[in-house]
């Protein structure tokens, strides 16, 4: 899809924002006033139907029209990546942009601080109270906060070192997951004929959110495994409520994934028809059985039931 972008031509405002995320998306889109002009804008503005944007910058994603920038940028961080994958990431970073835009916001309203309407030549002895005030009061309230906001997050670890060196500081707080080269990322064709020949997809007991989630990202396997027409069936990480060993529970925490059987049902819930654990999960289909695999029959056994349960979901 090809976005327009429609702001002011000749205004370095609000829009700067929305043209900085697309850009650095690498996201296609039309900057439609710089090419149809302030004329154009107003036109289409006004021809916006029922719930019309109040001023630019706005999006037309399809029929689709959104307005206000962090309310494009919360659009663009989810449906592009850009931002975090978890809900809480997202509104985190949502906050951030809406805090950015109050500064901005103040920082315009110093050059009219009686009207928008008023030149700044009409206003100019209150506009120049209003900037000492910005300076010493406003400006370091808000720096301050960005600073302590930078402090008090920590530094981004790579994978094998989180969790080799650090030990998956289990026990911890997982502020956030980065996918690097997902965009790049292809699965071989080998992958894909093997899932679309499949007579059975077993989603293994595994981390939902750094093990199988990364494989599910990668362009082509999620919709593979959807368009299949074999049985989906996931078996739960969790033995009795809790994780055999690692991080899990914090990065389900992190996802914002419930901690036990309803967690694969939330983490692959457009892809199973069904789990495998050791209790049930409200009305979802699971079957219900010891999951705890410590020997070689309790594996056996594990796996013989596993493709019971996927064949009768599939009869």
């Given at each position: 899809m090809?976005?327009?972008?429609?702001y002011?031509?000749?205004?370095?405002?609000?829009?700067e924002?929305?043209?900085?995320?697309?850009?650095?998306?690498?996201?296609?889109?039309r900057d439609?006033?710089?090419?149809?002009?302030?004329?154009?804008?107003?036109?289409?503005?006004?021809?916006?139907?029922?719930?019309?944007?109040?001023?630019?910058?706005?999006?037309?994603?399809?029929?689709?029209?959104?307005?206000?920038?962090?309310?494009?940028?919360?659009?663009l961080?989810?449906?592009?990546?850009?931002a975090?994958?978890s809900?809480?990431g997202?509104?985190?970073?949502?906050?951030?942009?809406?805090?950015i835009?109050?500064?901005?916001a103040?920082?315009?309203?110093?050059?009219?601080?009686?009207?928008?309407?008023?030149?700044?030549?009409?206003?100019?002895?209150?506009?120049?109270?209003?900037?000492?005030?910005?300076?010493?009061?406003?400006?370091?309230k808000?720096l301050?906060?960005?600073?302590?906001?930078?402090?008090?997050?920590?530094?981004?670890?790579p994978?094998?070192?989180?969790?080799?060196?650090?030990r998956?500081?289990?026990?911890?707080?997982?502020?956030?997951?980065?996918?690097?080269?997902?965009?790049?990322a292809?699965?071989?064709?080998?992958?894909?004929?093997?899932?679309?020949?499949?007579?059975?997809?077993?989603?293994?007991?595994?981390?939902?959110?750094i093990?199988?989630g990364?494989?599910?990202?990668?362009?082509?396997?999620?919709?593979a495994?959807?368009?299949?027409?074999?049985?989906?069936?996931?078996?739960?990480?969790f033995?009795?409520?809790?994780?055999?060993?690692g991080?899990?529970?914090?990065?389900?925490?992190w996802?914002?994934?419930?901690?036990?059987?309803?967690?694969?049902?939330?983490?692959?819930s457009?892809?199973?028809?069904?789990?495998?654990?050791?209790e049930?999960?409200?009305?979802?289909?699971?079957?219900?059985?010891?999951?705890?695999?410590?020997?070689?029959?309790?594996?056996?056994?594990?796996?013989?039931?596993?493709?019971?349960?996927?064949?009768?979901?599939?009869?």
């Open positions: 090809i976005y327009d972008l429609w002011w031509p000749g205004i370095p405002g609000r829009g924002f929305v043209r900085l995320a697309l850009e650095a998306g690498d996201i296609p889109y439609r006033a710089r090419s149809e002009g302030e004329r154009g804008l107003i036109a289409d503005m006004k021809a916006r139907g029922d719930q019309p944007p109040f001023a630019p910058p706005y999006l037309v994603a399809g029929r689709r029209v959104i307005a206000q920038t962090a309310n494009i940028l919360l659009f961080g989810e449906k592009h990546r850009l975090p994958a809900e809480t997202r509104l985190w970073v949502n906050q951030l942009q809406l805090t835009a109050d500064i901005v103040e920082a315009h309203d110093v050059h009219h601080p009686v009207a928008a309407s008023l030149y700044y030549e009409d206003q100019k002895k209150e506009a120049l109270r209003a900037a000492e005030s910005f300076r010493e009061e406003r400006m370091p808000y301050g906060w960005f600073e302590q906001v930078l402090k008090v997050r920590g530094d981004w670890l994978f094998q070192e989180f969790m080799i060196n650090e998956g500081k289990d026990g911890g707080e997982i502020e956030d997951v980065e996918l690097i080269g997902m965009d790049e292809r699965p071989s064709p080998e992958a894909i004929n093997a899932i679309e020949s499949s007579d059975v997809i077993v989603i293994g007991p595994s981390n939902p959110v093990s199988i990364p494989i599910l990202a990668v362009a082509g396997i999620q919709e495994v959807a368009d299949c027409g074999a049985p989906v069936v996931a078996i739960s990480p033995v009795h409520g809790r994780a055999i060993k991080p899990t529970e914090d990065f389900c925490r996802a914002g994934l419930l901690l036990g059987t309803a967690c694969v049902f939330e983490a692959y457009d892809l199973i028809g069904g789990a495998v654990a050791d049930p999960a409200g009305d979802f289909p699971v079957h219900v059985t010891e999951t705890l695999m410590n020997t070689p029959d309790a594996r056996r056994r594990l796996a013989e039931e596993t493709l019971e349960f996927a064949a009768s979901l599939a009869a």
